[in-house]
């Protein structure tokens, strides 16, 4: 299996602008996490689904994010519109099952987004 | 709310000794822990998961021990190797969604060859 794969790796982008991060998550997997990691704050949990849908959103810091899950394959992350303060990690997860933290989750590799 | 600590922030050693990496929490009430390890540039990979109920979790030269009436968790590296060199990161699941899953800040452990 390939992993959790997201895309882009890199991502630079202007205030204002939106971003758009992608995930697709290990096969056979019924949960997917999105993780913001930062010096100050560490690594913080944002959203999570299971089965395609969204669990708990209470980690995601204000309206200008949002996620989708379409299909059981493919997760996206937006920000609209990016700010500065948006610059991190993002981590995509998954697992098999189960709520968030009762279950090993597998990461992806991250998207680094840096907003200028 | 929450809060899981862990000391040192780094921590540089020869190769070949036996360490200790210390996770503690403030709320005992948890359901797990667990381990991770991150490599510059990557994602968290999972080292060991303890439950409530259990004391300890073993996998290869890594031990991991649970006390969590005194909110402390180790995880012991035996005969270190420079290829152990990466942040190890522990967390807590408390329950209760998003929230309830929180992470420390990590150990920066560096092996000396």
């Known amino acids: 299996d390939a992993g959790v794969i997201q895309s882009p790796r890199h991502e630079v982008t202007e205030m204002g602008q939106e971003v758009t991060l992608r995930c697709k998550p290990i096969s056979g997997h019924n949960s997917l996490f999105w993780y913001r990691q930062t010096m100050m704050r560490g690594l913080e949990l944002l959203i999570y689904f299971n089965n395609n849908v969204p669990i708990d959103d209470s980690g995601m810091p204000e309206d200008r994010f949002s996620a989708k899950m379409p299909n059981a394959s493919f997760s996206t992350l937006k920000i609209q519109p990016s700010e500065p303060r948006d610059s991190a990690v993002y981590f995509c997860?998954?697992?098999?099952?189960?709520?968030?933290?009762?279950?090993?989750?597998?990461f992806g590799p991250g998207t680094r987004l840096l907003v200028l | 709310k929450q809060e899981v600590t862990q000391i040192p922030a780094a921590l540089s050693v020869p190769e070949g000794e036996n360490l200790v990496l210390n996770c503690s929490f403030t709320?005992?009430?948890?359901?797990?822990l667990q381990w991770f390890r991150q490599d510059p540039g990557k994602g968290l990979t999972s080292l060991l998961l303890i439950q409530s109920s259990q004391r300890e979790q073993t996998s290869g030269r890594l031990n991991a021990s649970l006390d969590k009436s005194s909110g402390r968790s180790t995880l012991y590296i035996a005969a270190s190797q420079p290829g152990d060199s990466a942040t190890y990161l522990c967390?807590?699941?408390?329950?209760?969604?998003?929230?309830?899953?929180?992470f420390g800040k990590g150990t920066h452990l560096i092996i000396q060859p």
């Open positions: 997860a998954s697992s098999l099952g189960g709520l968030a933290g009762e279950e090993t989750q597998y």
């Open positions: 709320d005992s009430a948890i359901y797990n």
């Open positions: 967390a807590v699941y408390s329950g209760g969604g998003a929230d309830g899953l929180t």
